[in-house]
């Protein structure tokens, strides 16, 4: 049996309703929050469009090359905050 | 592309457009397939103006604009760049803002929340990781630009055409008549600022009807306009018998319909009999400040322009848009028998704010939807064009023939084309244009610099 080329995503990140989200809109810079996917990030930039934060990532389990990089985190993505 | 219902082969649209002897169909101004292919044909190449860099002066800013039918986004991007895009979602085509102006990081699309940066890129894609794989390409999948953009002394034009040529050839002769409409009053370039919000508002005509008569259309005024007129609600009241317009300069000069035939820009244009910038002429003796204002900057142009001719015109840059005399009048097609109409007014940037609430008060009395000399227009234009939709009607020619066989060149006013102040002669050289482009099939056939 071939190996699948693009497994799909775990079941810790993918289970999680739609409407799962948090309400981002409000938060400022500097805000510290917890990713889905693991790892931790900073807020640097927020365009309260209530979809989207810029982040800097502070931790990065899977890739720690990516730590200090920055990123835009998706409502979905931000499970919390720190 | 739009099937091409009238080709350059059976010349069978050549046939609705005689400018040369002045017989035009009333077809090309009511016929929903030739409306389809002036979108593409024109609209989809010609350069087109958008905006003006003082409407987006800081990083994040965004005016929503449009370019025929299209709206478009002018973005001042992060690093201070100018860009305009298609406001339109990559992903499923809504639309990525639906604000007429702002600032914002990001412009996010409201449907499934693909998210551009404002330079554009495709920077957010929901669950990218996890549904996408992340093997979605991003860098394919940016906001739409145009294929060229023009700052123009401050104000913004755009073509999706790449193969258009330069904003200054599609000018050609234009360019210094163009370039002092974007003047300062002290006729410093690049000396204006644009009043905000635009007027916008819905015209139940063709988009012909107001884009090639105004500004070539003398013949209208004493009749359309003759009770603005005796109300003498001009700048200046009852100078010059309260010519709506009224006096630049008491100096000799003489007014011309001046147009560029082969390129269809053209306009009331004006050739004085010594160079320089006549004495200021009192105009605003309601509001001193501004009086004082304006005369002051009055000297400074004298200055500037001292020993130099200042002949040329104010009017249509093809195919929709006047420049001058304080505004910016646009007419963007919205369906063969509709036309929306948007009105930008113009101040000096360093006007101090009496004179820029006076200027922005006058022009608000003067034109737009609520001013005297359109309300009194567009009575006409609206009517026109269901009076020219019917079956009898539309069997009919309009008549272009003020004026045809008079033209003549003028060295003063080199690449220009002269004719006597009231005709139709810039009207004849629009539906000329119009022609060369709805029958060519790219820039090689348009560009007369090729021909």
Aim: aromatic share 12%; proline share 6%.
């Amino acid at each position: 049996m071939a190996e699948r080329r693009n497994p799909p995503p775990s079941r810790a990140v993918d289970q999680f309703s739609i409407t799962d989200s948090m309400m981002i809109q409000d938060f400022p810079e500097g805000t510290k929050i917890r990713l889905r996917a693991g790892g931790v990030a900073e807020v640097i930039g927020n365009p309260r469009d209530g979809a989207w934060i810029f982040i800097r990532y502070l931790e990065h389990p899977e890739d720690p090359s990516k730590i200090g990089s920055e990123d835009l985190a998706f409502c979905t993505d931000v499970v919390g905050l720190v | 592309m739009v099937h091409i219902s009238r080709s350059r082969q059976d010349r069978s649209l050549r046939d609705l457009v005689d400018w040369e002897q002045g017989h035009v169909s009333r077809e090309i101004y009511v016929n929903e397939d030739i409306y389809q292919q002036e979108l593409e044909q024109i609209f989809g190449r010609a350069w087109l103006f958008v905006g003006h860099e003082s409407q987006v002066p800081n990083p994040g800013d965004f005016f929503q604009s449009r370019m025929g039918e299209e709206s478009v986004l002018l973005v001042r991007d992060r690093k201070g760049e100018l860009h305009v895009f298609l406001n339109t979602c990559r992903h499923r085509g809504m639309k990525v803002c639906r604000y007429d102006e702002g600032n914002s990081l990001l412009f996010t699309c409201p449907f499934h929340g693909w998210s551009y940066d404002t330079d554009g890129r495709l920077v957010g894609v929901p669950n990218f990781q996890t549904a996408y794989r992340g093997e979605l390409d991003k860098s394919a999948w940016g906001l739409h630009e145009v294929a060229q953009m023009s700052n123009f002394y401050g104000s913004i034009w755009a073509t999706w055409d790449p193969k258009a040529p330069s904003f200054e050839d599609f000018l050609g002769a234009f360019v210094p008549s163009l370039r002092r409409s974007f003047e300062g009053s002290d006729g410093g370039d690049n000396g204006l600022e644009f009043f905000s919000p635009v007027q916008k508002w819905r015209l139940p005509t063709n988009w012909k009807f107001p884009g090639f008569s105004f500004a070539g259309d003398h013949a209208h005024g004493a009749m359309t306009h003759r009770s603005t007129t005796v109300a003498a609600f001009g700048p200046q009241g009852e100078l010059a018998g309260g010519d709506r317009h009224g006096v630049p300069s008491r100096w000799a000069s003489t007014e011309y319909e001046m147009s560029i035939p082969a390129l269809g820009h053209g306009g009331h244009g004006r050739i004085y009999e010594q160079p320089g910038v006549g004495p200021y002429v009192e105009t605003w003796q309601t509001v001193l400040q501004a009086d004082d204002y304006y005369h002051e900057m009055r000297d400074k142009k004298a200055e500037k322009y001292a020993g130099q001719y200042l002949h040329g015109v104010s009017g249509c840059v093809f195919p929709n848009v006047i420049c001058g005399g304080s505004r910016i009048l646009l007419w963007h097609p919205h369906g063969v028998g509709v036309t929306e109409s948007w009105r930008f007014y113009t101040v000096d940037k360093g006007a101090p704010k009496p004179v820029k609430d006076a200027q922005r008060r006058y022009m608000m009395r003067y034109c737009g939807p609520g001013g005297m000399t359109e309300s009194d227009d567009m009575e006409n234009w609206n009517y026109a064009y269901p009076a020219s939709l019917g079956t009898v009607a539309r069997r009919l020619d309009y008549n272009f023939q003020n004026g045809v066989g008079h033209a003549y060149a003028d060295d003063r006013v080199p690449g220009f084309t002269l004719n006597y102040r009231i005709g139709e002669e810039n009207q004849r050289s629009r539906l000329r244009r119009w022609l060369d482009f709805m029958e060519a099939g790219s820039w090689d056939e348009l560009s007369p610099a090729k021909r």
